[in-house]
């Protein structure tokens, strides 16, 4: 496989009263195309403001972004703009318009990134259908479940054909049972199209369900990165100590209510 994201010593800063607040610390990292792959980390860690600025919503201080090749920190706002019908987005808090429709919503990018208006209506349709949703196009999102409204906006962001997908907590804010069927949708999603998933959570369990590779963010630094088994099993991080140690206690717990004690 080839490289589709190449991050090379990315740093980032707030100020927040004057104050140097150092969110990103030197990151590192590469992700090949076509895989799914897992960023985990605890509150604060700097997760979404990497994410936020993969996809340039906020500007690195130093570094370099490399999408299929293009370094996105080079570029000119128009050219930025070209670029970002490549990314797609997924938030934990679904972002959505309520005032739209759940076609409104999904065809929000296409009349945005000047689609031809004669196909947006077939685009949308087939989107809404491999979401399993194109039975609520007409609904409004406060009709729909949790479920359904990450549905829409995993549509939202795959709508434009991009090449590279954001899910930053996508399933955060799902009931277990939900969360499987979002996951199971997103490796649907990359088996039929190729599309590159970058999968930015807490969960333990998600990235172990869907990622082949991961790295943990600690303090605005990878401190790890590799195969998801070794590092839940070989852990060489505090973060990636921690994580492994919850996972199997929560398993030790799953084990102890299977058994009927």
């Known amino acids: 496989m080839s490289t589709y994201l190449k991050i090379t ?12 607040l150092k969110v990103l610390d030197g990151i590192n990292l590469e992700v090949e195309k076509g895989e799914i792959f897992g960023i985990i980390g605890f509150s604060g860690a700097g997760k979404s403001t990497l994410a936020r600025c993969i996809n340039r ?4 201080d130093t570094g370099s972004i490399e999408l299929g090749g293009t370094d996105i ?3 000119s706002k128009k050219e930025l703009l070209k670029e970002r019908h490549k990314i797609g987005m997924i938030f934990q808090n679904f972002n959505l318009f309520d005032s739209m429709t759940v076609y409104q919503n999904i065809a929000y990018p296409l009349k945005v990134s000047l689609f031809p ?12 259908e491999l979401v399993g949703l194109k039975d609520k196009l007409d609904a409004h999102p406060g009709a729909l479940s949790g479920g ?11 709508v434009n054909n991009p090449d590279f997908l954001i899910s930053d907590e996508a399933t955060s804010a799902l009931d277990p049972q939900t969360t499987i069927q979002i996951l199971d949708l997103l490796k649907e999603i990359n088996a039929k199209s ?19 590779r991961m790295a943990v963010l600690e303090n605005g630094k990878i401190t790890e990165s590799g195969l998801v088994r070794d590092i839940f099993e070989n852990p060489e991080s505090k973060t990636g ?18 058994s009927g004690i």
């Open 9 to 20: 010593d990315l740093h980032k800063s707030f100020y927040p009263q004057g104050q140097q």
């Open 57 to 60: 919503l906020e500007t690195s």
């Open 73 to 75: 920190l080079k570029l």
């Open 117 to 128: 208006k004669s196909k947006i209506k077939e685009r949308v349709q087939e989107t809404a």
């Open 148 to 158: 359904q409204k990450q549905r829409v906006g995993i549509a939202r962001a795959i």
């Open 194 to 212: 190729g599309i590159t998933i970058l999968m930015i959570t807490h969960e333990l369990d998600a990235i172990r369900y869907i990622c082949n």
């Open 241 to 258: 100590e921690l994580f492994a140690r919850v996972f199997k206690l929560m398993q030790n717990v799953d084990l102890t209510h299977g």
